[in-house]
Antibody
Framework: QLQLQESGPGLVKPSETLSLTCTVS??????????WGWIRQPPGKGLEWIGS???????YYNPSLKSRVTISVDTSKNQFSLKLSSVTAADTAVYYC????????????WGQGTMVTVSS | EIVLTQSPGTLSLSPGERATLSCRAS???????LAWYQQKPGQAPRLLIY???SRATGIPDRFSGSGSGTDFTLTISRLEPEDFAVYYC??????????FGPGTKVDIK
């Protein structure tokens, strides 16, 4: 059974770079049928898609975050990663990684999420 | 960017009742790219419906989706105690952009 698990620091200082990794287990990240994405949710608020990556390294990002976001993939480790630069308090959120099939562009398997707080 | 609006913001119902949730898009959305999720406190969202009307794996048949163009509906035919949660719609559209609606909370009356 495919599972996704986010990992990374729970506290990041303002102006620094937030870095998270999603480890995929129970299946291969190199499947040609799926993209892998990041979504975040500020406390008490709704969901915001950050960006997605294909196993080949092809990426697409939310235009509102594009200038600060880098998503990369390491197929040898079955992981993909998120870097968000120049963070502010507005980036405080639960960050989820998730899978989305190419066929229907919805997120069908999610990690449990990891809370990241931006504070000095 | 396509903006999704969900109504009502909160729906107060009793177990056994029917729930009808609305998702309206600012521009026409391809039915292939409209999805619904359920989220309970402290949990990740769970995919319920994709392609506007197809149930995801393991989703009970009391959940159904319908609609096209700019108006979509999620219906829960008979609310079970575990269905009280927040529901989000999501679309994938032009500019390769995913957007989510603000959510509808279904709570116990």
């Amino acid at each position: 059974q495919l599972q996704l698990q986010e990992s990374g620091p729970g506290l990041v200082k303002p102006s620094e770079t937030l870095s998270l990794t999603c480890t995929v287990s129970g299946g291969s990240i190199s499947s040609s049928s799926y993209y892998w994405g990041w979504i975040r949710q500020p406390p008490g608020k709704g969901l915001e898609w950050i960006g997605s990556i294909y196993y080949s390294g092809s990426t697409y990002y939310n235009p509102s975050l594009k200038s600060r976001v880098t998503i990369s993939v390491d197929t040898s480790k079955n992981q993909f990663s998120l870097k968000l630069s120049s963070v502010t308090a507005a980036d405080t959120a639960v960050y989820y990684c998730a899978r989305h099939p190419l066929a229907w562009d919805a997120f069908d398997i999610w990690g449990q999420g990891t809370m990241v707080t931006v504070s000095s | 960017e396509i903006v999704l609006t969900q109504s009502p913001g909160t729906l107060s119902l009793s177990p056994g009742e029917r729930a009808t949730l609305s998702c309206r898009a600012s521009q026409s959305v391809s039915s292939s790219y409209l999805a619904w999720y359920q989220q309970k406190p402290g949990q990740a969202p769970r995919l319920l419906i994709y392609g506007a009307s197809s149930r995801a794996t393991g989703i009970p048949d009391r959940f159904s989706g319908s609609g096209s163009g700019t108006d979509f509906t999620l219906t829960i035919s008979r609310l079970e105690p575990e269905d009280f949660a927040v529901y989000y719609c999501q679309q994938y559209g032009s500019s390769s952009l995913f957007t989510f609606g603000p959510g509808t909370k279904v709570d116990i009356k």
